[in-house]
């Protein structure tokens, strides 16, 4: 009798749950809200819900190859705001192409970006007080750019680009999973993706194997300017207004996506489909909590047990895995 | 055999749920037909300049079910969401109470069917936005929305009257409040301006200097609230502003301005006009506290603390902004869209001026 186990303790189900823990948690919650509230699995919710966690999910995407490296990128937020004052400026002020002007305003939170890398692979500052003081410097940057005066977008062409749809599916979902699918290959099939996970796992490994360590980061921060500023894009266009008092605490979120999806704020470990899965738990956190009519007041409390409980199961699963 | 169980409960669960995504399309249109095939018939009341939605279909909802009469998507219920500004601000928690009392009694005495809570926009358009999208997803026939930003909540208020909910845009509007939404609910700004420029000048004798504290700079209070100040006090030839000091609606930046231009002008100082009175309140304490008790401080909003030194004498009068009664009428208007009456379309509240005359009015 002792050699029979539990079906939790068989080595199976552990490596499954290692592997899709975290999806088993999310489906597990979709399951019961959908059971106390039918029209949360509607299509139109669904198809809702991801809309809405298509501007977290970029920015995680970002905020996870810094994190693996073993730093973090606080300046996600207002690289959002610096977007929407230069479309601003572009499109309404300099009467620009749209397309064109988008190009431009991505170079500056690329460039931004890759300051931050060059700030902390470089000069090996921590990555928190570089991003946390960028992140104050853009910022700025945006109130000098706007005046700190919100501008209408009105033009439709530019509207689209958030509420446009393809074959029925709104546009922001299109780009994320275009950018999730980039974001796998880029960290699970190139050179650089294993590069970014040898230089967060162990940097003297990594650079006794010649890894180049300081492109490796700056790269990854320059990426996550990147998908900061194509966030950035698709917000404008949703709200329809540049300005620079936007994005304020979305670091926060795209953090918790990030840990949701087994990111280890260690270093060396996450995967690209796990942040995705994070940004989706996040979405259904806040869209279900509204149908289940959870009060305001307690949805952050909510929010914080359920990150909680999620990653320290996570935690549990694959210690025993490892 | 477990695992298998797991896996083929996984598969049947992402099955599901890939048909759900797949069949969108289709079933999403159906989903979302009736919900714009109901209001159809109102439709044209609604879009048109007829103040309420229902005004014109007076006669068709005589023939209605008196139910059907605010089920404006069709679903056999009733449902009221509210998306707040945000859940932080001392003014906007008054208001939130506000509506959370009365929604709540309205569910109680079966006028509507359920309400969604108090959704926190966090101040952040893009978030009520969202929020938008919930309660057309929810779905709810009227919505209750109190806009971050003029421009950039716009998006969520013609989202869900495109969806056709009733839309009542509370405390300040959006750009296109006045052709998207059913009702606004809100106060004239100017007008809170006016009363505090005139107020400086009927209790301080002779004019003198003041300085403005203001909200934060393109706010509409902010905007609308200086050009009542400009309207009045600016145009007196016995005074003079000493500056426009943007303060973010913020208290400890009212007082660092009281205590910069205390140092500047000395006893020239004759007056402190603030754009919400936390800051005018903070402002006199400052001013008591330097032994300037006559130099005048006033605001807007009418919070508990203001109101508190008003009736300790410690603070001359400060200009309430009736939160509650704004929601309240915002919530009127939805009990007469579903009883069929005329809505108003737009409901302005007054401000009050509260002194130690009135103040137990409004003091709790």
Known sequence: ?322 | MKKKVVAALLASVMVMSLTACGSSGSSGGAASAPASEAPASEAPAQSEAAPASEAAAEGEAAADTAASGGDLNGDGKIIVGYISKNTTDVFHATLNGAAEERLDSLVADGTIDEWTGILDGNTDAAKQCDLAQDCINYPCDYVIILPAESTASDPAVTSMADAGIGVIVVNSATDSTDSAAMAFAGSDDVYAGELMGNYVMEHVEGGGTFVHCQGIIGNSAQIQRGEGIANTIEKDSGWTKAADVPCDWDASKAVNTVDDYLAQYGDDLKAVICDNDDMSSAAQAECNAKGREDIVCIGVDGNQGPLQMVKEGTLGATVLQDGAGQVNAGIDAIVASIKGETVEKKIIVPFVLVTPDNVDEYLK
Not at chain 1, 25 to 41: G, S
Not at chain 1, 237 to 264: F, M, P, R
Not at chain 1, 281 to 291: E, Q
Request: glycine residues 10%; aromatic residues 10%.
């Open chain 1, 1 to 322: 009798m002792s050699e029979k186990k539990k079906f939790y303790q068989t080595d199976e189900f552990r490596m499954f749950m290692g592997k899709y823990g975290i999806g088993v948690i999310l489906i597990f919650m979709i399951f019961v809200i959908a059971v106390m509230k039918p029209r949360f699995i509607y299509p139109s919710n669904i198809l809702n819900v991801l809309t809405q966690i298509s501007v977290n999910c970029l920015i995680a995407y970002g905020m996870c190859l810094a994190i693996t490296t073993g730093g973090i990128d606080l300046s996600v937020g207002p690289q959002l705001a610096l977007v929407s004052v230069l479309l601003g400026q572009f499109i309404v002020v300099r009467n620009m192409n749209i397309g064109l002007s988008i190009i431009l305003a991505l170079a500056a939170t690329t460039l931004f970006g890759f300051i931050n890398g060059v700030l902390i692979a470089k000069f090996n500052m921590a990555a928190f007080v570089v991003t946390l003081a960028t992140q104050l410097v853009i910022r700025s940057i945006a109130q000098i750019i706007s005046d700190g005066k919100g501008m209408s977008m009105a033009s439709q062409a530019f509207k689209d680009i958030y509420s446009g749809t393809l074959i029925g599916v709104p546009l922001p979902i299109i780009y994320m999973v275009v950018i999730s699918v980039i974001m796998y290959i880029v960290m699970h099939w190139t050179k650089f993706g294993r590069y970014v996970f040898a230089v967060g796992g162990n940097v003297n490994a990594a650079i006794a194997s010649g890894v180049d360590v300081f492109w490796t980061k700056a790269l990854c921060y320059t990426i996550s300017g990147l998908l900061a500023g194509i966030a950035g894009v698709i917000f404008t266009s949703k709200t329809g207004s540049a300005q620079s008092n936007i994005g304020v605490a979305y670091e926060t979120d795209a953090v918790a996506a990030c840990v949701l999806g087994g990111t280890s704020f260690a270093g060396g470990i996450s995967t690209a489909p796990g942040v995705l899965l994070g940004a989706v738990i996040i979405g259904c956190i806040y869209n279900g909590m509204n149908f289940l009519n959870i009060g305001s007041y307690y949805q952050y409390m909510t929010k914080g047990i359920i990150i909680i409980f999620a990653v320290l199961l996570d935690m549990v699963i694959n210690k025993k895995n490892r």
